[in-house]
Every structure is written in structure tokens, then in C-alpha cells.
């Protein structure tokens, strides 16, 4: 089945500046990528994802990439803000239905102020 | 509309008791999830269905059974609960119509077994 690895685990930065956080997953059938934010004691909420016919997908400061040659993805957030402190997770699904995610182990991302 | 809502929000079993988590949504979603997260880690796909009365295994099914009667519910049964089914247990809906992919998920159960 399907294996999806993210990296780092904890990622600590200064107000203001980008954070990245990448995965790796296996399965080369696998076309949907979404990334999570959870916060804690609260349910997963998407933040942006990006289908495998897309190589970068923007929402104001944050951003997807997509290599599928290389089966990684990333997340980038610019400008961070205390906010945006909180557990992400990177998923991907092979459906068309975007309903059997298998999730990366996480990252906290602690935003100094 | 509400969503999807799960309860109970915390319960607490023996090893060995039985109990159903309930699910339910109220936006006509055909496709519907059970996923567990174990402390510190991502979420894991327990059983989940395509329509009412079609259900598949995810990649933890072991232990648990669901059933879906109806567009609606998806409720997650617990056969003869065990400690190492201690986790947060979230229930999700997604359709296809208008190419949303998105998985809606519901506020969880927070299941301790002793």
C-alpha cells in the first residue's frame, strides 16, 4: 500500500519567515494531495491541496508543489504568523473521490513571535 | 447545516465491551471515512464507504465493523474493545460533485479503553 513520509517532524521559525515542509510517498498511482492543519483537540482542516495534472497550486501565503517524477510534494508558508502555529499533515489518495487519504506523521510548526 | 457530527465526543470502555460510534452528515455526500489518530501521529483509514450499502476496508479494519444503511449515516462499531484502540476517531465525507475533493471531517471521538 501506500507510503507517505514527511519531514521535519518539528520545525520551530521567526515571525515572518517561510517555513517548508516536504513528503515523499510511494505509489505512483496516487493523483490527489491535500495538506491538513490541525490545531490542537480540533479536527483536520484543509488548507490547500493540488491534483498530480498541476505542478503548483497558491493561496495567498501559502503554496503546494508537486514532482511526480520524483513522488514528493512540499508546502510552502511565507510570511508566518503565530497563527499559523500548528500540526500539518501532508495526505495522498489514488481515488477520484479524495476519500481514503493515507497521512504523512506530521509537522509542528511553532511561529515565534 | 451542521456538517458532519459524530458522538459521543469522549467515552470511556472496558476492555472487552462493545459500543458504536455514530456518525452522520447532512450535505448528500455519497462517500464517507472512519479514520483513527494514535498520539503524536497521523490519521489512519479504518473502513470506508462509496454509497449506501457498500463499505470496504481501509488500513487498519481490524476490530471494527461498519454498516451503511443510508446516504447519511456511517456508524463505526467496536466488537470487543481493547486498549490499543485508545485513540481519537474521526468520521469524514467527500463527493465528487463539482470536482471537490475535499474531505469534510467531523469534531471526533476521543475513545479511552482501560
Known amino acids: 500500500g501506500e507510503n507517505v513520509e514527511q519531514h521535519p517532524s518539528t520545525l520551530s521559525v521567526q515571525e515572518g519567515d517561510s517555513a517548508v515542509i516536504k513528503c515523499t510517498y510511494s505509489d505512483s498511482a496516487s493523483n490527489y494531495f491535500p495538506w491538513y492543519k490541525q490545531e490542537l483537540g480540533k479536527r483536520p482542516q484543509l488548507i490547500i491541496d493540488i491534483r498530480s495534472n498541476v505542478g503548483e497550486k497558491k493561496d495567498q501565503r501559502i503554496a503546494v508543489t508537486l514532482n511526480k517524477t520524483a513522488k514528493h510534494f512540499s508546502l510552502h508558508i511565507t510570511e508566518t504568523q503565530p497563527e499559523d502555529s500548528a500540526v500539518y499533515f501532508c495526505a495522498s489518495d489514488r481515488t477520484d473521490a479524495g476519500n481514503m487519504l493515507t497521512f504523512g506523521g506530521g509537522t509542528r510548526l511553532m511561529v515565534k513571535p | 447545516n451542521a456538517g458532519v457530527t459524530q458522538t459521543p465526543k469522549f467515552q470511556v470502555l472496558k476492555t472487552g465491551q462493545s459500543m458504536t460510534l455514530q456518525c452522520a452528515q447532512d450535505?448528500?455526500?455519497?462517500?464517507m471515512s472512519w479514520y483513527r489518530q494514535d498520539p503524536g501521529m497521523g490519521l489512519r483509514l479504518i473502513h470506508y464507504?462509496?454509497?449506501?450499502?457498500?463499505?470496504d476496508q481501509g488500513e487498519v479494519p481490524n476490530g471494527y465493523n461498519v454498516s451503511r444503511s443510508t446516504t447519511e449515516d456511517f456508524p463505526l462499531r467496536l466488537l470487543s474493545a481493547a486498549p490499543s484502540q485508545t485513540s481519537v476517531y474521526f468520521c469524514?465525507?467527500?463527493?465528487?460533485?463539482?470536482?471537490?475533493?475535499?474531505?469534510?471531517f467531523g469534531p471526533g471521538t476521543r475513545l479511552t479503553v482501560t
Open positions: 464507504s462509496v454509497g449506501a450499502g457498500i463499505t
Open positions: 450535505m448528500n455526500h455519497e462517500y
Open positions: 469524514a465525507s467527500s463527493s465528487l460533485a463539482g470536482g471537490d475533493y475535499e474531505q469534510y
